[in-house]
Nanobody, 124 residues
Framework: QVQLVESGGGLVQAGGSLRLSCAVS????????MGWFRQAPGKERDFVAS????????DYADSVKGRFTIARDNAKTTAYLQMSSLSPEDTAVYYC?????????????????WGQGTQVTVSS
């Protein structure tokens, strides 16, 4: 059984930074591609970033490129999303996800396991 638990969300002022963590329990973390998605109120859940098994490759949604960085620590079975230059448009529930198939993942249906989400609120 694979479980994902996000943490690190909260309230931050525009221009600030947050680091989200996704702790993964269960076997084979090293072989999962990890992804981050977000869902703003009244909107669909959107892709944010993805990272391959070894830490590369990585890819990002255009809206977060240059501001967000995805990373992972396989020894700690944890994935991270470092977010900087935050704006109110980044306000959303952020979810981490894991997929067992090879390659980065951009769509929800590609992922096998999901966390419960963590709220990020950016005030103006």
């Amino acid at each position: 059984q694979v479980q994902l638990v996000e943490s690190g969300g909260g309230l931050v002022q525009a221009g600030g930074s947050l680091r989200l963590s996704c702790a993964v329990s269960g076997p084979h973390f090293n072989y999962y591609t990890m992804g981050w998605f977000r869902q703003a109120p009244g909107k669909e859940r959107d892709f944010v970033a993805s990272i391959g098994w070894s830490g590369t490759p990585t890819d990002y949604a255009d809206s977060v490129k240059g501001r967000f960085t995805i990373a992972r620590d396989n020894a700690k079975t944890t994935a991270y999303l470092q977010m900087s230059s935050l704006s109110p448009e980044d306000t959303a529930v952020y979810y981490c996800a894991a997929k067992g198939s090879y390659g980065l993942g951009y769509g929800e249906l590609e992922y096998d396991y999901w966390g419960q989400g963590t709220q990020v609120t950016v005030s103006s």
